[in-house]
């Protein structure tokens, strides 16, 4: 079991908890057989979730990586329990078990396609789609492309490429970004990163989209939880008609269902439903209409298949939340669309932020909208050894050990503190 600390670069993007990093952090875990095959994970990278994966090592080591379901019960019991409200209040998520079983949920899926010769979609019961389509993810930014350039551009890049450096803090920004993004890519659904500025200037923005794209393109807005109750009615009306969904405008499943219950607009969430624990209060209280997973935070692609046959049952949408990602959890994740039966909306993807690759053929093209299944078996990516190096080295370098959007945001406001709730 190997576990790799590494960090790619990320442009200053603006949301909730504050400001991106030069660089966003992730940790690749590769497990390998006996029989010399190899399977590879990612996950969000920090110190907690290293130590978290290292301290189950020898759990792990001579495990049948077949047997999935006595190895998580046997890592159940060398876990300490982990609640739903270890989470926490930032927009990203604060736990590590979940983390520790996606990392080797991921490995080991990727080990028994190997073994078996057919892609990890097959195994989570079979494939009901080649093309898994994603959607544009705009935000909030400064001027800056991240990493080595930190806060500077590269005056020779064009395309996506120029338009992932520029500032974009009004809606005519947005909209430029959204117009670069979507020729770049064929996004055929846009999201804005919310919670950043007064939520009446977040709407001028999606109204300023919805003008442009009109409604054959749907529109999510996402504050990040942000906004009280009040707000989140009086803005999410203002917007009925325009959005496909409000996501997390406000706190708590109450919260959430009182919004549901005052607005036409469906609602979705990856901060109030987060976890199975969660599950029987979303359907006493109605806090949503749609479902966010994330493989990283609900414990992989089968638990995430397992989130799924509960929005069937109980009338949910669901769709997949995204964070800074390289190749590897872009695959996983593209194998988790492909295989689930009732993916209703397009996936979330930072996938076009970050500009470096550490898998063997560089970055997964995105086409249409969409990505197409890796070929070949398990997750149908390899490792390129020298390009791992570089984002070790690059970690080592960082001195970076956690996510903290809160410091990189006083740089540029003095005092700057994140809020729970602003408006």
Known sequence: MHITPIALGDPPLLNAA?????????????????????????????????????????????SDPLNWHALRARLAERCAPELSVARGDKPWDGRTRVQVYSALDVACLDLQGKAYGVPAATLLGGIVRERVPYSAYLFYKYEG???????????????????????????????????????????????LKGGCFEPAQEVSAMKALYRRFGPKVPLRLDPNALWTVETSIRFGREMEGILEYLEDPCRTQDGMAAVRRALKTPLATNMCTTSFDDLPGSVRTGSEDIILTDHHFWGGLRSSMELAAHCRTFGRGVSMHSNNHAGISLAAMTHLGAAMP??????????????????????????????????????????????????????????????????????????????????
């Open 18 to 62: 504050g400001l991106h990093a030069p660089y966003c952090l992730r940790t690749i875990v590769e497990l390998t057989t006996d029989t010399g095959l190899t399977g590879l994970a990612e996950v969000p990278g920090s110190v907690a979730v290293d130590q978290a994966l290292a301290a189950v090592r020898a759990t792990v080591i001579g």
């Open 342 to 423: 009732n993916l209703t909306y397009a996936l979330d993807t930072h996938y076009p932020w970050q500009s470096s690759e550490i898998i063997v053929g560089g970055r997964i093209p995105i086409e249409g909208g969409c990505v197409t299944l890796p070929k070949g078996p398990g997750l149908g990516v390899e490792l390129d050894r020298a390009a791992l190096a570089r984002a070790h080295a690059t970690y080592q370098t960082a001195g970076l050990t956690e996510r903290n959007d809160e410091i990189e945001m006083q740089k540029k406001v003095p005092g700057w503190k994140f809020a729970q709730t602003r408006w």
């Open 145 to 191: 492309a991240g990493g080595e350039l930190a806060f500077g551009t590269d005056p020779a890049a064009t395309g996506w490429a120029a338009a992932r450096q520029r500032a974009a803090l009004d809606p005519d920004g947005v909209v430029a970004q959204a117009e670069a993004m979507v020729d770049a890519f064929g996004f055929e659904s846009i999201k």
